[in-house]
Each structure stands twice: as structure tokens, then as C-alpha cells.
């Protein structure tokens, strides 16, 4: 791979490689093509699951990158249609993300992780928000990673800009699963393999209820869905897949899910 970031489509699945060396750091240029593919995915109804990984086995992403920022870009750039990394600020981005966390994940690069869905880490992986170190403000994460976590954990975080391993990791909740380094993309691919055999339409409307639910009192989010007022929910709830669920549960099979 020759190229800031490796895309590759693997059936129903996309695969997205950052290979920056030595530490895939992301600049602007990067963040806007990284954008360009999310983007991609999310508007191609042939592709269901996005899988992002770093390349090598030391860093999954530091962030920004530092050098280019020596070199005069400002932190607040134009990172592109999906802001920083191409997936933080994607609007309608209705499919599964998994991140399969290949090593040090710290910074930009956590922030980018915690916009997927799905975390994977290899065993030996650590993490930490070191902004603060630099007089600076993680801003995604400040106001992700409290919703994501405990509290108080969060802004121990926020605060001290310590590092903790994959295990406290996922004591926290921040990873779904450990697994061997060498076992990771393996494991990412299986799971994207059980994601992709899923109902599209109800993973687009899992994705638009809990997004618009963050700034909408339960009673209300409650009324769009039984009323239909979510796109994406009036969608599936008019669909060949509505049926066909109930049809496969009636007749004791696996459904066949069409999108449609």
C-alpha cells in the first residue's frame, strides 16, 4: 500500500486501511479523501458494513498529524464532507462501522474510533486523550466519551491524558472485545460477515432514531417512531423486508433481507 489510506471492497464489505507511516496520522488532505470514501459507502446500496483499521502493527491513528500542522495547516481546516477522518460530522450515515484497533489509539484517532459502532482492539492496543498535554481540548471526545462511558472514568481521561490498556478499555465499555493481534482482522471480517446477512433498513433506523434521540426528550423520540416521522423508520415500515420478516418467523427460516 502506497497510498495515505487503502480501500478495498471485500462482497458487501469496505475495508478502509490508513497507512500513514510511521504512525497514520491524519492531515487534511487525508481526512478529505477518507471523507470522499465514507461517503461512497454510505451512498452505495451494494455496500452494507465498513470496517476502518490502521495499517502495521503499532499504530491504528495518533490523530492529527503534527507534522503538516508544523508545516502551517490549522487545526480548524477544512477536513472534508465527513469532518475530521471522514466520519465524525458524515450526515445519514446509516450502515454498521466497525473499527478493528490494530494499536495506539490516542487522540484524533480515538475520536475517530468512537464514531464507529463496533470496537475491536488487538491485545496489545492503548488509548488515551493526550490534548490536554498540549494545552488543547479534544473536542469530540469531550463530548462523546462521557455518553460512552462512566463519568467520572471520562474525565479522569479528559483531564490527566493518561494512557490505559485494551483491558481497562473494555472494563470501561469503550471495546466490545479483545482479541490476538494476529486473530484481529479476522475477527473484524467474521463479525462485518454477520452484520452484512442483517436487515439493512432496521440498521438505518437504529442509526437515525439513536442519532436524533440525543437531543430529544424519550417521550418524543418515542412518538416518531410509532408515528413514522423518522425517514427511516416510515421506510421500513413500508417494506418488503417489514414482511418478510414476519413471513421467515412464521415459517420458521431464515429471512431473506433485500433492502427494499
Known amino acids: 500500500m502506497d497510498t495515505p489510506i487503502h480501500v478495498e ?3 458487501s464489505v469496505l475495508e478502509v486501511t ?7 496520522a491524519i492531515d487534511v488532505a487525508t481526512s ?33 498529524d503534527l507534522k503538516a500542522a508544523a508545516d502551517g495547516e490549522a487545526v480548524d481546516s477544512d477536513y472534508g464532507v465527513g469532518g ?32 464507529a459502532d463496533i470496537i ?8 488515551a486523550l493526550p490534548e490536554i498535554n ?32 485494551c483491558a481497562e478499555a473494555h472494563r470501561w465499555g469503550l471495546v466490545n472485545h479483545i482479541v490476538p493481534a494476529a486473530e484481529l482482522m479476522t475477527r473484524a471480517r467474521e463479525l462485518a460477515g454477520t452484520l452484512v446477512q442483517g ?21 418524543d423520540a418515542l412518538d416518531g417512531i410509532t408515528g413514522r416521522t423518522f425517514p427511516t423508520v416510515d421506510r421500513l415500515y ?6 418478510e420478516g414476519a413471513r421467515a418467523f412464521a415459517e420458521k427460516r431464515k429471512p431473506v433481507w433485500r433492502g427494499r
Open 120 to 127: 475491536l482492539a488487538a491485545d496489545h492496543a492503548t488509548f
Open 84 to 115: 475530521f477522518g471522514g466520519l465524525q460530522e458524515l450526515p445519514d450515515l446509516n450502515k454498521p462501522v466497525v473499527a478493528a484497533i490494530n494499536g495506539i489509539c490516542c487522540g484524533g484517532g480515538l475520536e475517530l474510533a468512537l464514531s
Open 199 to 219: 436487515p439493512p433498513l432496521v440498521y438505518a433506523a437504529i442509526k437515525e432514531v439513536t442519532r436524533a434521540a440525543e437531543n430529544m426528550r424519550f417521550q
Open 32 to 64: 478529505r479523501k477518507m471523507g470522499e470514501v465514507f461517503a461512497a459507502f454510505r451512498d452505495d446500496p451494494e455496500l452494507r458494513v465498513a470496517v476502518i483499521t490502521g495499517a502495521g502493527e503499532k499504530f491504528f491513528c495518533p490523530g492529527w
Open 9 to 11: 471492497k471485500r462482497s
Open 238 to 243: 413500508s417494506s418488503e423486508d417489514q414482511i
Open 134 to 165: 498540549s494545552g488543547t481540548i479534544a473536542d469530540a471526545a469531550a463530548l462523546k466519551l462521557p455518553k460512552r462511558i462512566p463519568y467520572h472514568i471520562a474525565m479522569e481521561l479528559l483531564f490527566t491524558g493518561r494512557w490505559i490498556d
Open 18 to 24: 490508513l497507512n500513514r507511516p510511521k504512525a497514520n
